[in-house]
């Protein structure tokens, strides 16, 4: 994911008022990159890299033709990490996203621009997209609203089919329920020729906010059941709490979980057709600027990447979809056998500063990457909707993010849940004062 541009809606009417900026002038900012929209007509691109040099931007996206139909005006651009492929936003060619809530602090990433953007007040609502966890890891850390669609929700066209052979979903992250139910009723659709559809919700989602979800079957992660993965005190209470809430809401709430969700082999999958797809897309790079992007050119995780994907071959590429085809349907089966939501962690971590993820000891950084987006990869590679909601901080401050899960196609569901959640505990945004 590239650096973004953003934007401020007008005063048409054409849009619901936000419920944080001003009145009558909602505001949100884009992002223009690889795996999400354009952003602007032929905006430059960079995404977080220097290999984008002199490379014209493409036209408008769908995703950006609605947002300019709905009222928004392109503002600027923000920062992301080379090629959207790691977690903290700290690209050598530009520098580190701060986070508000701490400047020594990573905001997350991919879509660590996007998300310090709305954190520190700047603008209401901002684009994102999320390929194993880039919109709810920052909405996370810095306290915010971070809805993942339902894989097909939103258009990739007519750039693109698909992101990341169908994990990356565009989306948007924001302070409100509210703001993001609307923001998503604004861009959603079919264009013909996307590879996917979603499947057609009730009505719009900002009329989900505030309808009574009804007493749901809720189950909980406060540990990850795979062994790799290590715990962590302010994730469990953050779920707890949520759990305990959940539960005073009328729910019914236990522990427990896909058993699908634990599998040992899912990482080395994910992260194959990840590495995958980023070979494919460097080498379309060189082919669009006319010579081959050299290894040195990236930054070390991606010239890693590159290089572990162009040793497998196309038949390693289709037999680990076919895994991950296996893992979506073992894991559809919990939400099919009469369970509603998912609850657990959003971030594999609490807050870490800046530099926790090495740019050159590859082994810390590719394990760390790893442990962050244990909670949030799976879902991308199942395609279903999540939701992380500011619900918890650390002792110092932090935002500790958790994420509700719900079947494919049930947004309106995390829609209801969610403003129900906010409703009895409003969330609050210290990093704007």
């Known amino acids: 994911m590239s650096s973004t541009p953003s934007c401020t809606a007008g005063s048409s009417g ?12 909602p ?36 995703g950006v033709v609605r947002l300019r139909a709905a009222g928004f005006v392109l503002l600027g651009r923000t920062n992301t990490p080379e090629f959207g492929s790691t977690i903290t936003t700290e690209p050598a060619a530009f520098g580190p996203t701060r986070n508000p809530y701490d ?43 971070g809805l993942k669609p339902t894989r097909g929700r939103l258009s990739l066209g007519p ?15 924001s302070r409100t329920v509210r703001d993001t139910a609307a923001a998503l009723d604004g861009v959603s659709g079919y264009h013909p020729g996307d590879p996917y559809d979603a499947p057609a919700l009730p009505g719009p989602l900002a009329a989900e906010a505030g309808a009574d979800p009804g007493r749901l079957r809720i189950g909980f992660l406060t540990h990850h059941p795979r062994e790799d993965v290590p715990g962590d ?28 969700f634990g599998e040992p082999e899912f990482p080395g999958h994910f992260g194959a057709i990840v590495a995958n797809n980023l070979a494919a897309q460097v080498a379309s790079l060189g082919t669009s600027r006319g010579r081959p992007v050299e290894p040195a050119e990236l930054e070390p995780r991606n010239a890693a990447m590159v290089a572990a994907a162009r040793a497998n071959s196309a038949a390693d590429h289709i037999l680990a979809t076919q895994w991950v085809d296996g893992f979506r349907r073992r894991m559809a089966s919990w939400w099919a056998t009469g369970n509603d939501l998912l609850l657990m962690p959003s971030a594999g971590a609490a807050p870490f500063p800046l530099g926790w993820i090495p740019p050159t ?7 760390r990457t790893a ?21 918890h901080a650390t002792a110092a401050g932090l935002p500790v993010g958790v994420q509700l899960v719900a079947a494919a196609g049930r947004e309106d569901l995390l829609i209801r849940v969610a403003a129900q959640i906010e409703q009895a505990r409003p969330f609050a945004h210290p990093a704007m004062r």
């Open 14 to 25: 054409r849009w619901p008022r936000s419920t944080t900026s001003r009145p009558g002038r």
């Open 27 to 62: 505001s949100a900012a884009c992002r223009s990159c690889s795996r999400t929209w354009a952003g602007g007509s032929r905006a430059s691109r960079t995404a977080g890299s220097r290999v984008l040099d002199g490379l014209d931007g493409a036209p408008d996206d769908h």
């Open 103 to 145: 400047p020594a602090y990573s905001a997350g990433g991919s879509s660590g621009g996007s998300a310090a953007a709305v954190a520190a007040g700047m603008v209401a609502l901002a684009t994102a997209s999320d390929g194993g966890g880039s919109i709810r890891v920052p909405a996370s850390l810095c306290g915010l609203v």
């Open 159 to 173: 750039s693109m089919g698909e992101g990341w052979s169908g994990f990356s979903c565009p989306g948007f992250v």
């Open 233 to 260: 005190p302010d994730l469990a209470e953050a779920v707890t709490r949520a759990a305990a809430l959940l539960e005073g809401l009328g729910h019914d709430v236990a522990p427990g979980g896909p058993q699908a």
């Open 361 to 367: 000891d590859l082994s810390i950084a590719f394990g």
């Open 371 to 391: 442990q962050v987006v244990a909670y949030t990869s799976p879902i991308n590679a199942t395609g279903q909707p999540a939701i992380s909601l500011p619900l």
